[in-house]
């Protein structure tokens, strides 16, 4: 029994025997439904620690070994992984289906990068449920780095599709936000230059809190449909796009497209905006305060120092504003 595998069969494609030695240097925990998940753990006598309880996965990591490789790959419907870790973590999605009804699909803490490559040609789904108590589906306390040439799908039941403390870079690969009961993207920060992002959800699409954004390529895709929200924001910082296309639409009242407190600077890139929320209008001493759907709006300055920019205003978002500044519009 000590050297049986258990693997389900839909996962092996095929079978090399060797009479020589093995040397792993990779760890995969693969899922298998609601039986206990695989773990191929060659680090466990060197400070990483892996416990499997049916689907939920726990990674205690003291090694002090940069760079480890998880490969994760199979399904269940009621499964997680938790991973505290000194290091930075490179986890391998590959084909991957994870649901977990209770909290974030993955979880991950200790400060350190959480590096997100998507296996090329793979298709990888990750969601959480309504009984969730944390703040994501992906959620971690130190920046997330997406690359490599697979897809994920992320769905934020509880509250956002993918949340972390530090920053969110995007490299490349196909990230969907399938829906998110707050914001799609929540980080400190933002990068992006390769890649495609596609977000729907019922807050902000790409909430960089308070950290700036910085885009020079890819294709961004979001879709916000409550009001007050923005499709791609930054609180106090500013937003730098050099490259890349860009679309938004937002359709609730007084939501934004692309909004900072900061400047917003476009050098390049393809942007398109469609605006359909109505106006709304409080009372104030001299009467009332409108507060308007607008596709780019900056406390501070928009400097546009190039790019192409395709706006829509609908009819029935009324005095909406394609271009809005607290400190004025530089045109060069």
Request: glycine letters at 14%.
């Amino acid at each position: 029994a000590a050297n049986t595998l258990d693997v389900q069969k839909t996962l092996i494609d095929s079978l090399t025997f060797t009479a020589g030695t093995v040397n792993l240097d990779k760890i995969y925990i693969i899922y298998n439904g609601n039986d206990n998940a695989t773990i191929i753990n060659p680090y466990a006598a060197a400070g990483v620690n892996i416990t499997a309880t049916a689907g939920t996965v726990a990674v205690t990591a003291t090694s002090g070994i940069d760079n480890l490789e998880y490969n994760i790959l199979g399904s269940s419907a009621n499964g997680s992984l938790t991973i505290a870790t000194d290091k930075d973590v490179n986890l391998v999605l590959n084909n991957l289906t994870l649901t977990n009804p209770s909290g974030a699909a993955f979880a991950v803490t200790g400060g350190k990068t959480t590096n997100i490559l998507l296996k090329a040609g793979t298709a990888n789904t990750l969601s959480d449920g309504t009984a969730s108590t944390k703040n994501g589906t992906i959620t971690t306390d130190g920046p997330i780095v997406i690359s490599n040439a697979g897809a994920l799908t992320v769905t934020g039941v509880k509250k956002h599709g993918i949340n972390t403390a530090s920053t969110i870079t995007i490299l490349n690969g196909t990230t969907a936000i399938a829906a998110a009961a707050s914001d799609g993207l929540h980080s400190e920060g933002f990068t992006m230059s390769g890649g495609t992002v596609t977000v729907t959800s019922l807050a902000d699409g790409i909430d960089a809190g308070n950290g700036a954004i910085a885009i020079s390529g890819g294709t961004i895709n979001v879709t916000s449909t409550a009001a007050d929200v923005k499709a791609i924001k930054t609180g106090t910082n500013t937003i730098n796009i050099t490259g890349g296309t860009i679309s938004v639409t937002v359709s609730g009242a007084q939501s934004k497209g692309i909004s900072a407190k900061g400047d917003i600077t476009f050098s390049g890139g393809n942007i398109t905006a469609n605006v359909s929320g109505i106006a709304v209008f409080t009372a104030a001493e001299s009467g009332f305060d409108g507060s308007y759907a607008t596709a780019i709006k900056a406390d501070g300055a928009i400097n546009v120092n190039g790019g192409t920019f395709n706006i829509t205003l609908t009819a029935s978002a009324n005095g909406s504003k394609g271009f809005s500044s607290g400190t004025g519009i530089n045109i060069t």
